[in-house]
């Protein structure tokens, strides 16, 4: 398996616009993350996903933020509309059984300007 | 809500030298894992400990569960270049939180 995979890798965005973030994880991994990483804020939960449903997403952090994982092999985070207080790294990780090894994607270095 | 507090926050070391970090939880953690995330890269597991009192062994690295499950310590001996990056502790009950992580620099 190739791992988690996370796109684009990049993305500079204009603050008001959209921003869509992709995920896939490791097939047949029934636990998804979405984390977001900051210097202040360290690694910060923000939700998670079980058989692709939302199970906590306490740590998302306004309603400018939403997940969905629409099957097995897909999620996505939106960010609509971006402010540059969200600019961070986002990362997406999955796990085969609850508190089994968190495998991590790349992660996506988002840049509000 | 579990908090997890990790100490130091930074940590600079010779090569060839020890080094200790620790991770502290206001609750009992069901299981503790420790990751390492280096520089542009996402964290990766380097152990998960689930029994209180616990120690296990990976090469140079040395991880102990506290008898009453509430903290750990990660130790590094001989440390070299390559270990420098992000050390990160979890608690993976229901969900995966971390604390905020101890930054190690070796320098060669």
């Known amino acids: 398996d190739a791992g988690v995979i996370q796109s684009p890798r990049h993305e500079v965005t204009e603050m008001g616009q959209e921003v869509t973030l992709r995920c896939k994880p490791i097939?047949?991994?029934?636990?998804l993350f979405w984390y977001r990483q900051t210097m202040m804020r360290g690694l910060e939960l923000l939700i998670y996903f079980n058989n692709n449903v939302p199970i906590d997403d306490s740590g998302m952090p306004e309603d400018r933020f939403s997940a969905k994982m629409p099957n097995a092999s897909f999620s996505t985070l939106k960010i609509q509309p971006s402010e540059p207080r969200d600019s961070a790294v986002y990362f997406c990780?999955?796990?085969?059984?609850?508190?089994?090894?968190?495998?991590f994607g790349q992660g996506t270095r988002l840049t509000v300007v | 809500t579990q908090l997890l507090e990790q100490s130091p926050q930074f940590l600079s070391i010779q090569e060839g030298e020890n080094l200790t970090v620790y991770c502290n939880s206001s609750s009992v953690f069901s299981s503790l894992q420790w990751y390492r995330q280096e520089p542009g890269e996402g964290p990766v597991l380097l152990v998960t400990?689930?029994?209180?009192?616990e120690v296990k062994k990976l090469k140079r690295l040395t991880f102990q569960f506290g008898d009453a499950r509430k903290d750990s310590s990660l130790h590094i001996t001989a440390a070299q270049p390559g270990d420098t990056g992000l050390y990160l502790c979890?608690?993976?009950?229901?969900?995966?939180?971390f604390g905020a992580g101890t930054t190690v620099t070796v320098r060669a």
């Open positions: 400990v689930v029994t209180g009192g």
């Open positions: 990780a999955s796990s085969l059984v609850r508190g089994g090894e968190a495998f």
């Open positions: 979890a608690d993976n009950d229901y969900k995966l939180s």
């Open positions: 097939s047949g991994h029934d636990y």
